[in-house]
């Protein structure tokens, strides 16, 4: 999940995703041997190559290639000599699922204003969110517009002074304002957050209205076109989906084109809002008329897995406490094709991630003096659907709850172009500045800073659950420093242009030696958290150790130094 604009909260409340359309025959890929390769970017290679391969069809969660993906992670452990840290002795983690396909038919969103009703067309200007609590859900009410649905008294911000929402659908954009911090930026842009705000003020329905500015950075056509793909959420022992917000009936999303038709009223439009956003000057208002929204959905439970592995530490004090190394091994499987290429391979969101991983583990298995801590490697289900099996992980680890003492995640390092840098994220936030600094300097790479921080990639991925549950974290992403030309460039080129696309595929030029580097710093990583005299801390006054973190957990800069 990664630098584009933040899903909106329509998709993530249950993220409109798609059914897979049969699998296209396998394309060939153009085999290339570098015999110059070090032995360790070339491990990372095959893994890559495997996990990226048209036979895996886009490692889907629940699906087949999903499962094929996690077998193959699971015995590379095996092979490398790490222990099972699953469920019954095994190397797995079931992970309990409801699953939801938006229907074709059944789906409306009519405004009827001024004696008259417009009935947006599904697809082209509307889409609403799968929803894993109704197969047929409906509402219709007067609406509201909330701005951001951002409520932070501490900033002075309060989107919903005027109005009143009980009982309303709420309209509003994504992201929140620019003006803040971007720890406070992060939390508030997360749908989850938006989410319990409405609902806490009584809100029945959610609508978010795509912007311009989001229109140009990622078209409505790109992502209408697989309208259909799968929603997921976590399954409860009650067999009802957990964090899905019954509350609000319906949600859906609606295009930046149509947004006249919602937005319009009361002397307003939406290039006149959508100026206000940028201005950070929106407004809270009542809708004139009422908005009619109905979503069908097709609901089934289904189950996928987290692949978890183990390295025990020898202090005999110190090795009930675990270093969890984290990455997503899923993508977003089959959709509506490119070019005549239907499968979304995701060979750098996440299977070079994964491959980093493996061979971090593969350094700290084979190294000379085992860690006093011991050391956990999760290949997490579910990123693409909201995060789900790392949420899961964090809140049913396969080890002691409090034993996690911290989390390096992995995901989709963007090594398209020889660099000299790593950008590590969220180092700020506590004591792992010290120890990431120290790492870096030992292997001569250095750190830059998050190039787009108004994107508060911290909360979006698989960190943010452990973040969530006390647990201090840093993600490692390339850096942006070419050796040799412009790799910011490249990167930008390639989330414009291939990020969850087909073209997300292994004829990209991965540079697999700055992959092998970055196997390199996050094992140091590791090891060096591992073997600290005291568990990581967050820095005192953090927003996030503050909002997440136990007095245990947070405490001086230098507590892992």
């Not at 659908?169 to 304002?177: K, R, W």
Request: glycine residues 8%.
């Amino acid at each position: 999940m990664r630098r584009i604009a933040l899903l909106s909260l329509a998709l993530a409340l249950t993220a409109c995703q798609k059914a897979a359309p049969p699998a296209a025959t396998p394309a060939p890929v153009k085999e290339t041997y570098d015999a110059s390769a070090s032995a360790d970017a070339r491990r990372i290679e095959a893994d890559v190559r495997f996990l990226a391969d048209d036979l895996l069809e886009g490692r889907e969660a629940g699906t087949r290639g999903y499962d094929l993906a996690s077998l193959y992670v699971a015995q590379r452990f095996r092979a490398m000599g790490l222990a099972p840290a699953g469920e019954d002795g095994s190397y797995y983690q079931r992970v309990p699922m409801l699953r939801g396909v938006l229907q074709a038919e059944g789906n409306e969103l009519a405004i009827a204003r001024d004696g008259t009703t417009r009935a947006l067309r599904f697809r082209d200007e509307f889409l609403p969110s799968a929803n894993l609590n109704e197969a047929q859900a409906a509402v219709e009410a007067p609406a509201v517009f909330v701005g951001q649905g951002v409520y932070a008294p501490e900033l002075q911000q309060d989107d919903f002074a005027g109005v009143d929402v009980k009982g309303k659908i709420a309209v509003l954009f994504n992201g929140a304002p620019a003006r803040f911090d971007n720890d406070r930026r992060a939390f508030y842009s997360s749908r989850r957050t938006k989410a319990e705000e409405l609902v806490r003020r009584g809100a029945i329905g959610a609508i978010v209205v795509q912007t311009d500015d989001e229109e140009k950075q990622s078209p409505w056509t790109r992502f209408a076109g697989n309208w259909n793909r799968p929603s997921m959420r976590l399954r409860g022992e009650d067999g009802k989906g957990v964090d899905t917000f019954p509350e609000l009936r319906v949600s859906a999303m609606v295009s930046a084109a149509a947004a006249d038709a919602l937005l319009s009223g009361g002397g307003r439009n939406a290039a006149q809002l959508f100026q206000a956003l940028r201005d950070g000057k929106l407004p809270a208002f009542d809708l004139p008329g009422t908005v009619s929204l109905r979503a069908h959905t097709q609901i089934t439970p289904v189950d996928s897995r987290n692949v978890v592995a183990r390295i025990d530490g020898r202090d005999a004090a110190k090795k009930n406490e675990f270093v969890v190394f984290s990455a997503h091994l899923d993508h977003v499987g089959i959709g509506a094709p490119v070019d005549g290429d239907a499968i979304y391979n995701g060979a750098l969101d996440n299977a070079l991630g994964i491959a980093v991983m493996l061979e971090a583990a593969n350094r700290l298995a084979h190294g000379d003096t085992p860690t006093q801590r011991s050391l956990l490697f999760v290949a997490v289900t579910a990123e693409e659907k909201g995060l789900l099996g790392a949420e899961w992980f964090a809140q049913h680890p396969t080890v002691p709850a409090g034993s996690l003492v911290a989390n390096v995640n992995m995901d989709m390092p963007m090594l398209l172009a020889p660099t000299r840098d790593v950008v590590p994220i969220g180092i700020e936030h506590s004591s792992l500045q010290g120890v990431v600094e120290q790492a870096a300097k030992e292997i001569g790479v250095a750190l830059s800073p998050d190039p787009s921080p108004e994107e508060v990639v911290f909360v979006r991925s698989d960190q943010y659950a452990f973040i969530r549950a006390g647990v201090p974290a840093v993600y490692l992403d390339g850096g942006y420093q070419g050796v040799d030309g412009d790799a910011k460039k490249v990167q930008e080129d390639f989330l414009r242009q291939r990020y969850h696309q087909p073209g997300d595929d292994l004829s990209q030029p991965i540079q697999y030696g700055d992959a092998a580097r970055l196997a390199e710093l996050n094992a140091r990583i590791g090891r060096r958290i591992a073997d600290a005299p005291q568990r990581p801390a967050w820095n005192a006054g953090d927003f996030f150790g503050e909002k997440f973190g136990t007095p245990a957990k947070t405490g001086s800069a230098k507590a892992a130094d």
